[in-house]
Structure formats: C-alpha cells, structure tokens
C-alpha cells in the first residue's frame, strides 16, 4: 500500500521561507518521477515542480527562480524548498509521481502553506 505524507507547512509572511517534505512508502522511492503540487479551493491540482527519477528538475513558471526541489532516495524523501513567498503561493501543498494519465498514487493529507502578513 502506497502512502505519501507531506509536513512542513505553516504560516510565513510575505518574503519569507519554508522548507516542505514528503515521505513515501510502499513503492520503490527511486524509480519515480516525482512531483509537487499544490490546490487552492475552487481551483485544479496544479504541478509546481518535478524530480524525475535521473535528477532532472522541471519547474511551474510562476514558482522558477523561487522554489528548489530535490530528494533523497536512501531515505524514500522528496523536498520542496521555497523562497521569497508571495501570497498567492498560499495553498494545500501534496506530493505524488506524474503520469500520463495523471498523478498515480492516492493523495496524502497534504500541508497547508499560508503566505500572510
């Protein structure tokens, strides 16, 4: 059974600095692409950032130059650094491998990032 739980969320002011993780279990970490997303109520699930299984890095244009994913396959873990939050970064942040048709496995609880003065 596949789980994903992600941690690392709160509150920051604008400018400011969060470092989110997410850990997985019941796949083999390192043969994935991986990916952060992120939802706001009453919007789609958007991706924000991929690691795929080789180290390659792709990136949403409104977090480029501002967000930093990586991982750590010995220890099954993805992460998401963000800098210089803005405001409309606020929103559920959720981890989970892209695929064609879709993200693969069932969603975790997600961590709320709220970007606020």
């Known amino acids: 059974q596949v789980q994903l739980v992600e941690s690392g969320g709160g509150l920051v002011q604008p400018g400011g600095s969060l470092r989110l993780s997410c850990t997985a279990s019941?796949?083999?970490?390192?043969?994935?692409?991986m990916g952060w997303y992120r939802q706001v109520p009453g919007k789609q699930r958007e991706l924000v950032a991929t690691?795929?299984?080789?180290?390659?890095?792709t990136y949403a244009d409104s977090v480029k130059g501002r967000f930093t994913i990586s991982r750590d396959n010995a220890k099954n873990t993805m992460y998401l650094h963000m800098n210089g939050l803005k405001p409309e970064d606020t929103a559920v942040y959720y981890c989970?491998?892209?695929?064609?048709?879709?993200?693969?496995?069932?969603w975790g609880q997600g961590t709320q990032v709220t970007v606020s003065s």
């Open positions: 989970n491998a892209p695929g064609v048709l879709g993200a693969r496995f069932s």
């Open positions: 019941g796949i083999i970490f390192s043969r994935y692409n």
């Open positions: 690691a795929t299984s080789g180290g390659s890095t």
